[in-house]
């Protein structure tokens, strides 16, 4: 089955070159062109999406309110001129972000992230995923910069009230964000949740026992709440 693309700029040359690189893709196919936000919302009501190129200023509505408004939500590209709105895209969880005028190769880089995203995902052969997790990162907000850290890298977080510390063996960041949040997008099978407030990567424990486990000679709590979750994963990934 094809990757459904959804195309929404008011810019009728901006969405003609996105329907040409799409076009040249056998797995892509473009499911809608829509030139507002408000088109696109409710065309992504009535049928499926799998990545939404999304322009961020257009008028009435724009790109940033129709990504806030949906609960249910696509693979999100932004596509706009206007760099300044990277962070504020990224802390919405959007893919990535394509800064006019687009190029064939950073088109084709942004769809490498989606079928990366989806072999961490989603079922797939162990090969596969071991790779993809070699390369897989995420971006992160620390201060006024965006930091990038490989998911191989973590070896746990800790929940700060509305933040998150991302412990890592050369650096530890602070980030505005819930542990909630981490704990929905990471690879399932490479990380698990083991208190309220500590997610661990399942690669680093050294040791466990019914109270702690030991990763990279750290020793964290197991939340009684948390313990079946805990043991369930270590059982998945033996067997």
Known sequence: MKIQCLIVDDEPPARELLASYIEKMDDLEISGQCGNALEAFAFIQ???VNILFLDIQMPRM?????????????????????????VEGFELDVLDYLVKPVTFER??????????YNILKQPAAIENREE??????????????????????????????DYVKIVTPGKSVITYQRI??????????????????????????V????????????????GRNFKQQFLRSLKSEIS
């Open 180 to 205: 909630g949040y981490m704990e929905e997008k990471l690879p399932e099978n490479k990380f698990v949740r083991i208190h309220k407030s500590y997610i661990i990567s399942v690669d680093k424990i």
């Open 107 to 116: 088109f084709l880089k942004s769809i490498s992230k989606y079928h990366q």
């Open 132 to 161: 993809a997790f070699e390369k897989a990162y995420m971006y992160f907000k620390v201060n006024k910069e965006l930091v990038k850290i490989f998911l191989r890298e973590i070896i746990y977080i800790e929940s700060i009230k």
């Open 46 to 48: 009535k049928y499926p």
């Open 207 to 222: 040791s466990y026992n019914n109270e702690e486990v030991n990763v990279n000679a750290i020793s964290l709590p197991i």
């Open 62 to 86: 724009n790109g940033l309110e129709l990504i806030k408004s949906l609960q249910e939500r696509p693979r999100i590209i932004l596509t706009t001129a206007y760099r300044e709105f990277a």
